[in-house]
């Protein structure tokens, strides 16, 4: 199973940016699929996911600014980046929970994609 990120990049502040992510392989389901982040130096931090009810969730320093939505038929998952902020530059990094199916018997594991720049500078 892989996840491939795409849409990292320059953007100014103020900009926008949409980050997109698939997975793919011998996948049974995919139970979740979210959004992290992480800066040289620093912690990976989670920035977008879904609650168990549904609804997205999101990191304080990104609310009202970023979007997460998902596509369960193509086993995607976007994140939608507003309002960009200088702040906001790292490698995002996509991150799911998949069932699959391998020698013929199905397990559980977590999935992270291989990483996507942000940069936002003018």
């Known amino acids: 199973v892989q996840l491939q990120a795409s849409g990292g990049g320059l953007a100014q502040p103020g900009g926008s940016l949409r980050l997109s992510c698939t997975a793919s392989g011998s996948i049974l389901s995919v139970d979740y699929m979210d959004w992290y982040r992480q800066v040289p130096g620093k912690q990976r931090e989670l920035v977008a996911t879904f609650t168990t009810t549904g609804s997205a969730d999101y990191v304080d320093s990104v609310k009202g600014r970023f979007t997460i939505s998902r596509d369960k038929a193509m086993n995607s998952v976007y994140l939608q980046m507003n309002s960009l902020k200088s702040e906001d530059t790292a490698v995002y990094y996509c991150?799911?929970?998949?069932?699959?199916?391998?020698?013929?018997?199905?397990?559980?594991?977590?999935?992270w994609g291989q990483g996507t720049l942000v940069t936002v500078s003018s």
């Open positions: 991150h799911a929970g998949i069932s699959v199916l391998s020698d013929r018997k199905p397990y559980y594991d977590i999935f």
